[in-house]
């Protein structure tokens, strides 16, 4: 079985939840606001089947997915 | 920590963006970055940048870690020609925004697009004047509301991608931004198997703060939508009037690979300077 891991930049993050959203899994949920910019930042809450599309679609290029299929 | 595709075509120093949390500006720099890894891009050193004013106009200056040159509303593409025209080794790249391209810098758009000029130009049809708060422009969807329009736009957009096809240009496609995978395939076509003329890509992607959040929608909800509303040509093309002004025709309009206007114009000097 693969695991998969999905990483957050908190530097990067605008915390506005495309990739919540998108996510097919519901893999993701918020977690707390970020001090250091103001933003919520989301976390990984779940199983992650790899898919790549909150990578893709989150515009601050703030997420990295890791694990291969 | 792993790290992003994209960051090593970006200057650090300047980023988070300027652009609004959500933007959508940002998915087009990712299938763009995406584009340029699976072709075996390292770095942009034989690239230029050349945009306009509007958000979009920002996405290459000051972000993309390359030579750009950020001109002014609307005149990019006269620039972009006189780049190319004086180095034509150089992969030359215009971004910019429809107001830009298509409202102010229409013309331009056009006769590039007429003489085939070895450019490659990224539209983002955002459906407004983000930069200046959301006024219409000429893509504004029939009776949205806007500042400029406080009963409905009375005006049709206009269809930018099939009046580029309507040109002598190599290279017309329209995608939607929930349209990943496409858009960023289409950008390595533009970038390879059809590397010279004029390439055109329209990108469909409402301005996430003045037509989005307008809605009452996430940058999310209407991402999920654009999935539901974009069709390929054909399809579109088969739905009756009302159903097509529901959605959105996207796909690839036209890919020829007929020479560029650098190849012919050197033909042409070659002739003047009486070599055969
Ligand atoms: C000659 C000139 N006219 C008007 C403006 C004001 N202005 C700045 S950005 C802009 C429109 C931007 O719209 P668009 O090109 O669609 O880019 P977006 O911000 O939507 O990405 C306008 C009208 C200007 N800067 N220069
Ligand atoms: S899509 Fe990107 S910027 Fe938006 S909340 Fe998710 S990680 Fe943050
Ligand atoms: S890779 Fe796919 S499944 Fe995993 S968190 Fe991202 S969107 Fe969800
Ligand atoms: S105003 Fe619209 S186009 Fe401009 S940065 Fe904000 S969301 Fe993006
Ligand atoms: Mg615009």
Redesign the interface.
Known sequence: MVRYKV?I?K??C?????????CPRNALRFNGINPETG?RNPEQAGECIGCR?C??????????V?GER | ????F??KY?RREV???A?C???????L???LF?AFMELGIEDLKRFVFVSGIGCSSWIPSPFIKADSLHTLHGRAIPVATGVKLANPELNVIVIGGDGDLASIGGNHLLHAARRNMDLLVIMINNQVYGMTRGQAAPTTPHGMITPTTPYGNPERPMDVASIIAGTNANYVARWCISQ?IPLKNSIKDALSRYSRGFRFLEVYAPC?TYVVRREGK????K??ELMKKCVRIKTWREMSPEEREKHVATGVFKAEDKPGFIETYKKYIAQALGEK
């Open positions: 990483f930049n530097k990067l605008k915390g506005c939840g495309i990739c919540i959203e998108i933003y599309q990578m893709w679609y989150c515009p601050d290029q703030a997420i990295v890791v | 920590m792993a790290e992003h994209g960051l970006l980023l988070p963006t652009f949390p959500g933007c959508y500006n940002g998915i720099m990712n299938a995406q990943y996430v996430t940058p999310g909800e991402l999920k």
